[in-house]
């Protein structure tokens, strides 16, 4: 399975962007999901994920701003962002697999211009 991030870019603090993650695979009948993202000289962390059932899990840092939601039909994955800051300048990443995140993409990177 390969999975493709886009909608990065540059962005202006206060702005939101939806990032999309597709599958070419010929289901995307994914147990989990996720949005992982990693900024310059940190740890990567957690962002947000979702189950097939479509419960979804936010780390508190993230609560608030930041929404996943999951097109089966299109086979997407999505990532709303709203009132970006610039704390939110990292590469983006989303990864799928049946109980656990085996499947990666190869990230969108997101700056946020202040």
């Known amino acids: 399975v390969k999975l493709m991030e886009s909608g990065g870019g540059l962005v202006q603090a206060g702005g939101s962007l939806r990032l999309s993650c597709a599958s070419n695979?010929?289901?995307?009948?994914?147990?989990?999901m996720g949005w992982f993202r990693q900024a310059p000289g940190k740890q990567r962390e957690q962002v947000a994920l979702i189950t097939k059932f479509g419960t979804t899990n936010y780390p508190d840092s993230m609560k608030g701003r930041f929404t996943i939601a999951r097109d089966d039909t299109a086979n997407t994955l999505y990532l709303y962002i709203n009132t970006v800051v610039p704390e939110d300048t990292a590469v983006y990443y989303c990864?799928?697999?049946?109980?656990?995140?085996?499947?990666w993409g190869q990230g969108t990177q997101v700056t946020v211009s202040s």
């Open positions: 695979g010929t289901s995307f009948d994914f147990g989990i």
């Open positions: 990864a799928a697999g049946s109980t656990d995140f085996d499947s």
